[in-house]
């Protein structure tokens, strides 16, 4: 397959009426990035985020030869993802934002069930915690 276009940092995808911005976050994979978009719900503009996965996931974060620049990738990830806003998160992994549990309270009458401001901030406070603990274990390791 050939590459026809390389999308940078903060690059967006249009899609009919649909835009996505692209926000870098490596760590997880090289190339892993996060997507953004708006939504109007009920007359309501929201912010949707998909973010990549920021675990480690088995990865080796010292002497990595396939992907040296690991550790630094996440630590910039992490700040960049924990600076975003978002309304709502779909993330790639939806046990990480309790995605079906979320859509049966919607089918339950809860409008509002996939809406949570503060629920990107607490994947990433997570996530940052489980890398700083695999990063200890892995340092103590080598």
């Known amino acids: 397959m050939k590459v026809d276009h390389v999308l940078a940092d903060g690059g967006v995808v ?3 009426d649909i835009s996505l911005k692209a926000t870098l976050t490596p760590g997880h994979t090289p190339g892993c990035t996060t997507w953004s978009t708006s939504a109007i719900e009920a ?3 929201l912010k949707v985020v998909f973010p990549c996965s920021v675990t480690v996931a088995g990865n080796k974060l010292f002497g990595n030869r396939r992907y040296p620049g690991i550790i630094a990738d996440f630590e910039v990830s ?4 924990a ?3 978002a309304d709502v998160v779909l993330p790639a992994h939806p046990e990480f934002a309790d995605i079906l549990g979320r859509a049966a309270r919607r089918d339950a009458g809860e409008e509002d069930a996939f809406v949570d401001s503060d629920l990107l ?3 990433v406070e997570k996530s940052r ?4 603990k695999e990063l200890a274990r892995q340092n103590a390791k080598k």
């Open 14 to 16: 249009a899609l009919g």
């Open 43 to 45: 007359g309501r503009a």
């Open 78 to 81: 992490f700040d960049r993802l």
């Open 83 to 85: 600076d975003m806003q």
């Open 121 to 123: 901030g607490q994947i």
């Open 129 to 132: 915690a489980a890398f700083k």
